[in-house]
C-alpha cells in the first residue's frame, strides 16, 4: 500500500498541469499512459523552416493517444538535460534544421544515447548539426540537395521491421525526395526509392530513403518522408512512422 502511494503522488505532482487542461475522460488517458512509455518530440529550426511540423506535432502525439506513448513536444532545448532525457523512451527529431544544440545539450544527448536511448529522425533531420560528427553518423547521412516535390515509387527492401512490415512492395506517393551526403555505410536500409521513377536522384540505382541501426549504445531510425502536410494524415505513412518509434524505444 506504501509503494501504491508513492506512485499515486508522483504523477500527479508531474503531470497534474496537463490533467487541469483535459477532460476527465482525457486526464484518465495521460495517467494510464504514464506506466507505459514517453517520448519527447523536438522541433527547433536554426534553417529552413517545413510548414508541416505543426501538423507533424499533432500527428505525433494522435499517435501517442492511441498508442499509450505520452507525447512531449518543444522546441526548447534546454530540453536536452540529464534529467529530461533520462525519463524518455525515444527522442524525435521532427523535421528540425540547422545548429539546434549547444556543447553542454549536445553531451546530454550523447550520453543518453550511450545509455541505450532511442532516437529517430523525420525528413529535415538530416539537415541538422553538420559541425558534429557523432550526429551524423547517428542519423545516418546529411541532407544535399533535393528536386522538386513529385510522385514516385519507393521500394521496401526489409518487410520485417517494425516500420515496413504494413508497406506494400512498391509504395507509390508524393514527398520531398533527399539526396544525401556523408553517408553511414553502417545502416541497414529499409526503404530504397526507384531512381527511374522520378527526376532528380543523384544515386542511381541505389538510393535509400529509409534506415535503421544501432549506434553508440542506442537505436536510430530514419525516414526521409514527411516533408508535405498532407503526410501527416496518410495513413500509410503514419503507421511507418510509428514502427520506427517503437523500434527506437526498444519495443
Request: glycine share 8%; aromatic share 12%; hydrophobic share 35%.
Amino acid at each position: 500500500m506504501e509503494k501504491q502511494i508513492r506512485i499515486t503522488v508522483l504523477i500527479i505532482v508531474l503531470f497534474f498541469p496537463m490533467a487541469c487542461s483535459n477532460s476527465s475522460e482525457d486526464q484518465s488517458e495521460i495517467l494510464i499512459t504514464q506506466v507505459e512509455s514517453q517520448i519527447l518530440v523536438f522541433s527547433k529550426t536554426e534553417g529552413f523552416r517545413h510548414g508541416s511540423i505543426e501538423a507533424g506535432q499533432e500527428a505525433v502525439r494522435r499517435l501517442g493517444m492511441e498508442n499509450n506513448i505520452q507525447v512531449h513536444i518543444t522546441e526548447d532545448a534546454s530540453s536536452f538535460s540529464e534529467e529530461v532525457l533520462s525519463g524518455m523512451d525515444a527522442v524525435v527529431f521532427l523535421n528540425t534544421t540547422g545548429t539546434i544544440l549547444d556543447e553542454n545539450q549536445k553531451a546530454a544527448f550523447k550520453n543518453y544515447i550511450r545509455n541505450g536511448g532511442g532516437y529517430v529522425g523525420v525528413h529535415s533531420a538530416t539537415d541538422t548539426e553538420y559541425e558534429w560528427p557523432w550526429y551524423n553518423r547517428l542519423v545516418g547521412a546529411y541532407f544535399k540537395n533535393h528536386p522538386r516535390v513529385q510522385s514516385a515509387v519507393l521500394e521496401i527492401v526489409d518487410p520485417n521491421h517494425a516500420s515496413t512490415s504494413m508497406l506494400p512492395e512498391l509504395w507509390e506517393r508524393e514527398d520531398e525526395w533527399y539526396n544525401f551526403r556523408d553517408m553511414n555505410e553502417d545502416v541497414q536500409v529499409l526503404i530504397k526509392i526507384d531512381t527511374d521513377s522520378f527526376e532528380g536522384s543523384e544515386h542511381p540505382g541505389s538510393h535509400p530513403m529509409a534506415w535503421y541501426h544501432e549506434y553508440d549504445g542506442g537505436r536510430a531510425f530514419y525516414t526521409a518522408l514527411g516533408h508535405t502536410e498532407e503526410s501527416y494524415i496518410e495513413e500509410l505513412f503514419l503507421r511507418h512512422l510509428l514502427g520506427g518509434i517503437e523500434y527506437a524505444m526498444g519495443k
